[in-house]
């Protein structure tokens, strides 16, 4: 059965096959809806992964709508993230911005700090920085060291949350096979494929890709 992906906020680029959702009537919008407005026209636990690219920081309450979000997902799901860096000038230039998060953000997510307001947690399955296009030449390492105490080096954060299994879908994961090697061990589903693969073979095909030819025919 092919994974149910949605896409909030997609505008005209919503993600291949999947439900599109935006408060505009444009192109590949399938469902018009204004994700300020509760609830989303989702069931709970009906989502394999929900896609959020350059909106998070359009809507009014980011508490209410990640639990939103935690709410359609099925258990195991994941929600990509896509967002402004809070010190580049693209993040204050939008006069449709309403938050800015940095790095630090998703730990009151994630239950790694003390949450008040929540009464979920998604883990941090993984996390990765988009530089300033213009510093395109400079290796990665300057730039996160640069990053560090200038603005404008960092352009956004890519972070993809899971929602954890319960006890009884914790079992089930462990006893699922790899759909590389067929080795049966713990399983994650790899953002970039919508595969479940065993960790070597998460780690192939995001570090390795160019190298395992035979696997990366297979996903
Ligand atoms: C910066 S665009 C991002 C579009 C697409 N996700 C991308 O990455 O190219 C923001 C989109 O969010 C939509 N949007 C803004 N506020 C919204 C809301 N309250 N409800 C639904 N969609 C909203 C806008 O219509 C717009 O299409």
Redesign the pocket.
Known sequence: MNPVIV????????IRHSVG????H?SG?DK??????FPYPFDDDSVDRV?????IE???DTIAVLGEVYRMLRPGGVCHI?VVYWNHKYTWS?P?HKHAFTELSWEFFTGKRKQYYTSYAFELLSFEWQYDYHLKNIPKFIKRFLGKFLCNVIAGMVVDLKKPYTEEGKKMEENMTCEYCMESETMHLNPKSDRMLCKSHRVDVTRNQRRCKDFRRRI
Do not use: A, S
Not at 7 to 14: A, I, N
Not at 51 to 55: A, L, P, R, S
């Open positions: 896409d909030l906020g997609c505008g005209d680029r919503k959702v935006d408060c505009v444009l919008v018009v809806h204004d994700l300020n407005v896609v959020m690219n350059n909106i359009h809507l009014d896509e939008d449709q």
